[in-house]
């Protein structure tokens, strides 16, 4: 199964449209407007809030947690690393490997690739797909893909 999140354009925060492989709208993601470090709401259509993601403000480098429902379900913290950047992820047991600012990386259970995310070229906006495996991953998928985001535009690039 295929996602598809489109980074909206004319936006005071950080506003995602998310699309299924049909082009059905499916979640939308908001941030808040006035907060200490990103605070992200994870939404379906029907405006249900599912996750959130929140950036731990006291860190020395960018420090995100995810959560559905209320519920702590992992952590993403970037590395220190000169060129390129790494991630410590601690989210289901999920590795993470690939070309972050390129946008072309994959997400590991075990020794499988379950989630490929890619940038879509050609779009107005930012427009990137996840191919997902299983579609019981779907959410996970998503709030990770958009944890990395926010850690990749947090101030401590």
Not at 61 to 68: G, T, Y
Not at 119 to 146: C, F, P, Q
Request: aromatic share 14%; proline share 1%; with cysteine.
């Amino acid at each position: 199964m295929k996602l598809l999140i489109k980074q909206r354009v004319f936006s005071w925060t950080d506003s995602y449209d998310i699309y299924d492989e049909s082009g059905n709208a499916k979640y939308f993601v908001k941030a808040e407007f006035l907060t200490l470090g990103h605070r992200l709401h994870v939404y379906d259509q029907a405006g249900n809030e599912l996750g959130l993601i929140k950036e731990k403000v006291f860190s020395l480098l960018p420090v995100f947690e995810i959560e559905q429902h209320g519920q702590l379900k992992g952590s993403i913290q970037k590395r220190f690393t000169f060129f390129k950047p790494k991630y410590e992820i601690d989210y289901n047991g999920w590795r993470v490997e690939g070309d972050f600012m390129g946008w072309e990386y994959d997400v590991y259970s075990g020794c499988s690739s379950i989630v490929h995310i890619s940038k879509e070229l050609l779009h107005w906006g930012d427009t990137y797909a996840i191919n997902i495996s299983n579609s019981a991953d779907e959410l996970d998928a998503l709030m990770l893909v958009i944890a990395i985001d926010a850690a990749n535009c947090s101030d401590g690039n």
